[in-house]
């Protein structure tokens, strides 16, 4: 069974930094593209990082580029997404999202809140 579990989540004071995690298992990790995601309590699902399948190439929404690092380790079936210079924020889960078409996963997320 295909699974994706994120970690790492947290309460966090402006400025400061979180390391997300998201462990996958049961697909061919290595195979899969990956994206992060978040969303808020009645907001629309935000694209927020993306890496290829073999970590060469990323991409960052614009809100977040120069703060936060998407990077993967395919020997350990894990992406991290690196989080520094947080602003305040709602609170808001971040999911982690493996793309290799015609399928995909998702993970459950793990809660962000950036307050003072």
């Known amino acids: 069974q295909a699974q994706l579990v994120e970690s790492g989540g947290g309460l966090v004071q402006p400025g400061g930094s979180l390391r997300l995690s998201c462990v996958a298992s049961?697909?061919?990790?290595?195979?899969?593209?990956v994206n992060w995601y978040r969303q808020a309590p009645g907001k629309e699902r935000e694209l927020v990082a993306t890496?290829?399948?073999?970590?060469?190439?990323?991409n960052y929404a614009d809100s977040v580029k120069g703060r936060f690092t998407i990077s993967r380790d395919n020997a350990k079936n894990t992406v991290h997404l690196q989080m520094t210079s947080l602003t305040p924020e709602p609170p808001a889960k971040y999911y982690c999202?493996?793309?290799?078409?015609?399928?995909?996963?998702w993970g459950r997320g793990t809660p962000v809140t950036v307050s003072s």
């Open positions: 999202h493996a793309q290799s078409s015609p399928v995909d996963y």
């Open positions: 049961g697909f061919t990790f290595s195979r899969f593209a």
């Open positions: 890496i290829d399948s073999a970590g060469s190439n990323t």
